[in-house]
């Protein structure tokens, strides 16, 4: 069985600071997707990354990067310098296969607020 | 740009009442997903459909039913609605594969 673990319900920082969001997927299969995905005060949610388990390179999309460390299960999401604007809810969801299609299954979900 | 819709923001039904939530998508998706959202617990998965006229059971069906008539339309049905469904209702699509579902703006549903 596949589990999503996002540790922290909340977490608050100040403004240009950085901030890490930390997601742990166990699964036995070798081959899996897992995304991020933003959920701003607004309520809609925003895909944000997709990456896949032969994928351990570090990727960066201006002041967000995510680091995918197969050994340890961790998808974890940094944001640099943080913004105002950055304040959401950030959602790991891993990509699960099934007979007749495929489904998004959801970590419940780490609120960040960012102060000034 | 993908665009999901929702027949309402907020609706407000008594218990026992028959509710239909609508989700419309204009991207010819094959995949349509409807989750529900409570605070702690994240989206749970509640039915999807990977094609018109089929369909699958998520996490939590109970209590909900799903018609898929048409590609571009994917219906959430509460039978006979109860306040432990009160939650919001988001629905997204997606074209298949490892493609990322595009969330609607939710519906707020309220029972009473």
């Known amino acids: 069985a596949q589990k999503v673990t996002q540790a922290q319900t909340e977490i608050s920082v100040v403004e240009k600071e950085d901030v890490t969001l930390d997601c742990v997927y166990e699964?036995?299969?070798?081959?899996?997707?897992l995304f991020w995905y933003k959920q701003p005060p607004s309520g809609e949610l925003v895909f944000l990354i997709r990456?896949?388990?032969?994928?351990?390179q570090n990727e960066i999309s201006g002041r967000y990067s995510w680091n995918f460390q197969k050994s340890t299960s961790s998808f974890n999401f940094t944001i640099t310098a943080s913004q105002v604007v950055d304040s959401a809810v950030y959602f790991c969801?891993?990509?699960?296969?099934?007979?007749?299609?495929?489904?998004?299954?959801f970590g419940t979900g780490t609120q960040l607020k960012v102060e000034l | 740009d993908v665009k999901v819709t929702q027949s309402s923001r907020y609706l407000v039904k008594r218990t026992g009442e028959k509710v239909f939530l609508e989700c419309v998508q204009d991207?010819?998706?094959?995949?349509m997903f409807w989750y529900r959202q409570d605070p702690g617990l994240g989206l749970r998965l509640i039915y999807f459909?990977?094609?018109?006229?089929?369909?699958e059971k998520g996490d939590i069906p109970e209590g909900y039913s799903v018609s898929r008539e048409k590609k571009e339309r994917f219906s959430l049905i509460l039978e006979s609605a109860s306040t432990n469904q009160t939650s919001m209702y988001l629905c997204?699509?997606?074209?298949?594969?490892?493609?990322?579902?595009?969330f609607g703006p939710g519906t707020r549903l309220t029972v009473l």
């Open positions: 990456r896949n388990s032969f994928d351990e």
């Open positions: 997204a699509s997606s074209s298949g594969g490892t493609k990322p579902p595009y």
């Open positions: 991207m010819d998706h094959e995949n």
């Open positions: 969801a891993p990509h699960i296969l099934t007979g007749g299609g495929n489904k998004l299954t």
């Open positions: 459909s990977y094609d018109v006229k089929m369909k």
């Open positions: 699964t036995r299969d070798t081959t899996y997707y």
